[in-house]
């Protein structure tokens, strides 16, 4: 009965035996297949083909023509690289340091695992490299203890497909690509571009080591945040190089007391070069990304048929920017308009300062009541402004995206693009405009660094009034291609895109008229005599007569030349020849030029009362300097997709505008605006008023003058064809100057019409915009890496059927004397 006892105790403990090795396992293999499969409640594993073909999240690459990447858009900073792109420092140093037998294991490493689960953790991790891997695969961390032992099983079984799909150098190289760095460094190629400003394959190995290091953990071990913890770490990588014989005891303990030097890169849309260039490069491809074609399909589509994103699909934008260029225009805006102009706008502000400044308060000024309404309506675009008047949330306050409603006392926040809902009582105008006139302390921009000081809030409206803005753009004028392109003068705090935008261009549309007289068989040394030109009430439409002046009051009668007419921006001779072939003439031969905004068919056209931009004026301008072929400027040549497709080709727009002898005599023209052109008769005029008798003269010959302290941009001695402009009361300065590979305009202005030099001398053209091309073009020449010879425009092959020389055409045509004949009753 005993025995019998026993033996069934026997069976029941081998059954409890069984049981317990058995159902452990059996559960285990169950929880596994869940996890492979995503069943019992595990959630799917990730895509594995993701890894090699990201869907999303790869930043694309703007590159600049001579192979430089000056920026990137992005959601996530990840461009992946390929493994022989990356320094064997890296390989090497990851290995030893995250997993010493990571070229023998299959994704698990055993001998790590049971050394871990025995040390309790304490001897160091199990996870391998490919683990690691596998963990980057998961969106999202696990929140709680089951959830992160559910995907740690994930993880093995990820590992293992993982190691069975890619070859171990594949695996290195996707590690590598997944790896946040923080600071917006996803991957090693964005990592070493931000640490070091290097490509991955050129970092040494004590660099290597520090981003090795932040493997463990890229916040507690980063380099700029926490120096000291990354100089450890990098010692630990050193050490376990050493250990595998990666390195000697010698290279160990001299690599080990190395410091660290980082060349930091931050990665931010407002910094680097072409700030401006690269947002309206933005928005302009997010524009053609959405075109579709007649079947309402997009023409720039993935193989899915969805259109492409330019802040996920890891596009590379070849742009026509030269970054050698870019940073020489960049330079003359910060030398003159930053240094030099801004503080003598600052002084003449004050020196002619009236009770309405910052705005002109003369008798050629503004009003009272425009000034007022003026600062009321800068006011109301503050957000100081529209938060204080319910007009934007002051918690998530995104402009566009909030609709902010009045209910009782309490402005409402209905979001409608998350749940913000909050509530802020009402300020009625009363206590807004008490608050807008309390100062208060606040930091604001200088071009020599931020300010702290004691302003109210409407004294720092009027103080932001004060600052000058510019607008640059250089093409090359035979392929159209944009090499520079500045926008303002400081993009983080003015980010307002002036070369795009619009002001009023002044004298520099005169050569759109004289181009139609020349156009129509006048001769650029034709004679017209210097006197008041009328048109009369109903000409071309006009409700009253209109007499246009000359900027400097004289109507001597003098014959001048359309040469020096056009060199010396006579307005009676451009208005003469306006009443020749009236207002649409000049119209049609603008638009053939590319001029694409409004015109309007009045006779003050001629003298530039048209709103252009930079943009559209480069470029029609560069149609003189293309022997009369108009091409639309081209900021990018092409754009692939990540694997190096070519997705777009650009095909910008070209015209004949005009014959290639009407643009090389045009450009005849332009040059005496530089060089100067003679004239006895205006410059014994000027000696007649007791000035000094200038016979040569042009709005634009300073820039042919010795270089002096006063004048350092100038010494330019070889052929440049220009144009000045300044606009009515010197709110807005122009210059375009065009050599035969290179054309290139400036605007420099304030952002209020109103705020303005009060002196000719000070707001003209000549003295604002000039002298930023006069930088620009000093630094161009002087690169030997650009080549751009001080050549000459290239003369048509076949004989120009006018004379250039207007002495010999004055000799033909008069019968002799000296050029500018005497003055004559009219």
Not at 592 to 603: A, F, Y
Request: glycine fraction near 8%.
């Amino acid at each position: 009965m005993t025995k019998q006892k026993n033996t069934t105790n026997n069976r029941k403990r081998l059954m409890f035996f069984w049981m317990l090795v058995f159902v452990p396992v059996f559960l285990f293999f169950i929880a596994m297949w869940g996890a492979k499969t995503g069943n019992l409640g595990f959630d799917p594993l990730p895509d594995l083909i993701e890894l090699e073909n990201p869907k999303s999240n790869l930043a694309s690459e703007i590159i600049t023509a001579d192979g430089k990447i000056i920026g990137k858009y992005f959601f996530q900073n990840r461009t992946n690289v390929k493994y022989e792109d990356l320094s064997p420092f890296l390989v090497d140093a990851l290995i030893a340091t995250e997993d010493e037998r990571y070229r023998t294991h299959s994704g698990i490493d055993l001998r790590g695992l049971v050394r871990a689960v025995a040390n309790l953790g304490q001897a160091g991790g199990a996870s391998t490299i490919t683990q690691q891997l596998a963990k980057m695969m998961f969106e999202h961390k696990a929140k709680n203890l089951i959830e992160r032992i559910k995907q740690k099983l994930q993880e093995q079984i990820l590992a293992v497909e993982l190691e069975k799909r890619y070859t171990k150098d594949e695996i290195i190289t996707m590690y590598y690509n997944q790896f946040d760095f923080i600071y917006n460094a996803v991957g090693i190629k964005s990592a070493a571009r931000v640490y070091f400003n290097k490509t991955p394959i050129e970092l040494d190995i004590e660099e290597a080591a520090v981003l090795v290091g932040m493997a463990k953990n890229p916040s507690r071990y980063n380099p700029k945040r926490f120096p000291e913890n990354a100089m450890k770490r990098r010692e630990v990588v050193f050490a376990q190089m050493k250990r595998s014989e990666l390195i000697t005891q010698e290279e160990y303990d001299s690599l080990r007391v190395l410091p660290i030097v980082l060349n930091y890169q931050a990665v931010d849309h407002r910094e680097g070069i072409a700030p401006y260039f690269r947002e309206t490069l933005r928005l302009k491809i997010q524009k053609m990304f959405k075109e579709k074609d007649a079947d309402s399909n997009y023409i720039y589509a993935k193989s899915d048929g969805k259109p492409y994103d330019i802040y996920k699909d890891g596009l590379k934008i070849f742009t026509t920017i030269n970054s050698r260029m870019q940073k020489h225009a960049e330079f003359a805006v910060e030398e003159y308009i930053a240094k030099t102009l801004q503080g003598q706008f600052d002084r003449h502000l004050k020196r002619y300062r009236t009770n309405r400044y910052p705005y002109d308060g003369s008798h050629k000024g503004i009003s009272k009541k425009q000034y007022l309404s003026l600062l009321k309506s800068s006011k109301e675009k503050t957000p100081r402004y529209r938060i204080l008047a319910g007009k934007e949330c002051f918690n998530c306050g995104r402009r566009g995206s909030k609709n902010v409603k009045k209910e009782g006392k309490y402005y409402v926040c209905q979001a409608n693009t998350d749940d913000c809902g909050k509530k802020r009582w009402a300020t009625n105008k009363d206590s807004i405009d008490i608050i807008f006139d309390k100062k208060i302390q606040m930091k604001v921009f200088a071009h020599s660094g931020a300010i702290d000081t004691l302003l109210s809030p409407n004294d720092s409206i009027k103080y932001y009034k004060t600052f000058l803005h510019t607008g640059l753009m250089s093409v090359d004028p035979h392929t159209g291609y944009i090499k520079a392109w500045v926008g303002g003068v400081n993009y983080e705090q003015f980010a307002y895109d002036h070369v795009t935008s619009t002001r009023q261009v002044g004298s520099t549309f005169k050569p759109f008229v004289y181009v139609t007289a020349i156009q129509n068989g006048y001769s650029p040394c034709y004679e017209v005599p210097n006197t008041k030109i009328t048109f009369n009430k109903g000409e071309f439409g006009l409700l009253k007569d209109w007499t246009p002046r000359n900027a400097d009051g004289v109507y001597n009668g003098c014959h001048v030349s359309l040469k020096y007419a056009l060199a010396n921006s006579m307005n009676t001779i451009t208005a003469w020849i306006m009443k020749q072939f009236g207002p649409e003439a000049v119209m049609q031969q603008a638009r053939n030029m590319g001029i694409k905004n409004k015109l309007d068919p009045v006779p003050s056209l001629c003298l530039g009362v048209a709103d252009l931009s930079v943009y559209e004026m480069v470029g029609a301008n560069a149609t003189f300097a293309n022997k009369g072929v108009y091409i639309e400027p081209t900021m990018f040549t092409r754009i692939e997709d990540k694997h190096g497709n070519v997705i777009m080709d650009v095909n910008p727009e070209t015209k004949e505008a005009m014959s290639e002898e009407t643009a090389y005599l045009m450009l005849d023209l332009m040059k005496g605006i530089v060089q100067g052109e003679y004239n006895k008769c205006m410059g014994d005029n000027m000696k007649e008023r007791g000035k000094k008798g200038i016979y040569t003269n042009g709005t634009g010959v300073r820039l042919r003058g010795t270089i002096s302290k006063s004048r350092p941009y100038v010494g330019h001695h070889y052929p440049i064809a220009g144009k000045t402009g300044t606009t009515n009361n010197q709110s807005d300065g122009w210059f375009m100057g065009l050599t035969p590979d290179l054309v290139t305009g400036v605007w420099v202005g304030a952002d209020e019409r109103a705020v303005r030099f009060a002196t000719i001398s000070m707001g003209q053209g000549a003295n604002t915009a000039l002298p930023v091309w006069g930088y620009y073009m000093q630094k161009v020449k002087a690169d030997k890496k650009l080549n751009y010879p001080d050549k000459d425009f290239e003369k048509p092959d076949k004989p120009l059927s006018m004379e250039l020389d207007c002495i010999k055409y004055n000799l033909m045509n008069n019968g002799g004397g000296d050029f500018g004949s005497e003055p004559q009753e009219y």
